[in-house]
């Protein structure tokens, strides 16, 4: 299941950056053909897009984190609950049971 996972968030990531690196191309290829002007007020909303995705990006990895966690939390949960039904704690024993001196 985790290997499951890791191949599809390898899969995305070289996914994202070949799509990054066209997009980087084409917008390059814009800003070569404006005046400077122009150029610099569209590079500060490139600028603003990187930023936002950059922040999106960072939500969902760490929504993947959370998910994986709690996912593996309630399986250790489920693991112990299993274990303490299979297992039926032994009553307390007193010390004159244990062998004590009294």
């Known amino acids: 299941?985790?290997?499951?996972?890791?191949?599809?968030?390898?899969?995305?990531?070289?996914?994202?950056?070949?799509?990054?690196?066209?997009?980087?191309?084409?917008?390059?290829?814009?800003?070569?053909?404006l005046p400077t002007a122009e150029a610099v007020a569209f590079y500060k909303i490139l600028r603003r897009r990187v930023w936002k995705v950059r922040a999106l990006?960072?939500?969902?990895?760490?929504?993947l984190l959370a998910i994986l966690h709690?996912?593996?939390?309630?399986?250790?949960?489920?693991?112990?609950?299993?274990d303490s039904r299979s297992h039926p704690i032994a009553p307390d024993q007193s010390p004159r049971?244990?062998?004590a001196i009294g």
Request: hydrophobic share 55%; net charge positive.
């Open 1 to 33: 299941m985790v290997g499951t996972i890791l191949l599809v968030v390898l899969v995305l990531a070289i996914g994202t950056r070949a799509t990054d690196g066209v997009r980087l191309r084409q917008q390059e290829a814009i800003l070569a053909k």
């Open 57 to 63: 990006r960072a939500i969902a990895l760490l929504s």
């Open 70 to 82: 709690a996912r593996n939390r309630a399986a250790q949960r489920n693991a112990a609950a299993a």
């Open 97 to 99: 049971d244990a062998g």
